[in-house]
């Protein structure tokens, strides 16, 4: 079923919304969470309250794309779950992922990091165009939604470390970048 047409049975309220949403996009959701996650239970979770969320938000959304949709809501549940499991010392799937990039992404919670979170959002947008597509892919592969180095290098036919390594050197372009850009770090 083409995503219109999901979409059209979530505004009807028609709970086979839900079931095809499944079908066609559980799996890449699972696939993200469980990324995310490392953990089946916590990821199946996610995937299942992603479903409800879309049935709580359509209408009045009318996404254009399902698979981006559906893959913001289960990436942020994802998050807040990987949040409260860190709260409670037992974070780990995240932790990787946040650690390679805190070198060059700031963070910060209040009214003024909020603005600056979205100008380094767009700075970080501008950065990714700005790359050549296998490097956008992979960049965005690995710090969007969550893929192994391993399982990624194996997709792309190198090493792991080879991997590593260019990931390292995106890593510094994106922190020269968003620096020339006056984004404080």
């Not at 049935?55 to 807040?80: C, E, H």
């Amino acid at each position: 079923m083409e995503d219109s047409g999901i979409v059209a049975l979530y505004w009807q309220r028609d709970q086979r919304a839900i079931t095809v949403s499944g079908e066609k996009y559980g799996a890449f959701c699972f696939g993200l969470s469980y990324n995310l996650l490392a953990s089946r239970e916590d990821a199946e979770e996610c995937v299942n309250d992603t479903w409800h969320r879309a049935w709580d938000t359509m209408p009045p959304q009318r996404p254009k794309s399902l698979r981006a949709y559906f893959g913001r809501i289960v990436r942020n549940l994802s998050i807040d779950v990987w949040r409260a499991r860190r709260s409670k010392k037992r974070g780990e799937g995240m932790e990787i992922l946040l650690s390679e990039l805190e070198d060059c992404v700031p963070s910060r919670r209040d009214t003024e990091g909020e603005y600056e979170a979205r100008a380094t959002a767009d700075a970080i947008d501008r950065w990714l165009g700005s790359l050549r597509r296998e490097d956008r892919a992979v960049f965005v592969r690995r710090y969007w939604y969550g893929e192994r180095v391993d399982e990624l290098a194996g997709r792309l036919g190198c090493t792991p470390e080879q991997l590593a390594g260019r990931l390292y050197r995106l890593r510094k372009k994106l922190r020269l970048a968003l620096e020339r850009e006056g984004v404080i770090l």
